[in-house]
């Protein structure tokens, strides 16, 4: 099982990034795709979701910015950031929970159960 995540890097405020996930191994037409970001010194937070059923999720911060969106072709998970902010300065985390989940649930890291390494992406102001 493997999820590799891409597509990260130096961008200045009111820049695009597109960040890519590449699932292999996992149950991707059945898995709730996420991302989920880390800043220093903070927690790990929710980003986004597209649950199996074509559903989007978005955190607050972001959406309206940002867009999520799936190639099963592809087992692949794009995120599509627009407006970056300097806060938006965080590793990205793709994650896939393996099987379908409850909306109530998926913006908690607990159902996620593969990780990728994480991307870099750093907004300068």
């Known amino acids: 099982v493997q999820l590799q995540a891409s597509g990260g890097g130096l961008v200045q405020s009111g820049g695009s990034l597109r960040l890519s996930c590449v699932a292999s191994?996992?149950?991707?037409?059945?898995?709730?795709m996420g991302w989920f970001r880390q800043a220093p010194g903070k927690e790990r937070e929710f980003v986004s979701a597209f649950r199996a059923n074509g559903a989007t999720y978005y955190a607050n911060s972001v959406k309206a910015r940002f867009i999520i969106s799936r190639d099963r072709a592809k087992n692949t998970v794009y995120l599509q950031m627009n407006n970056l902010e300097p806060e938006d300065t965080a590793i990205y985390y793709c994650?896939?929970?393996?099987?379908?989940?409850?909306?109530?649930?998926?913006?908690?890291?607990?159902?996620?159960?593969?990780w990728g390494q994480g991307t870099q992406v750093t907004v300068s102001s």
């Open positions: 994650a896939a929970t393996g099987r379908d989940v409850i909306a109530g649930v998926l913006r908690t890291s607990s159902p996620y159960r593969y």
């Open positions: 191994g996992v149950p991707f037409s059945s898995s709730v």
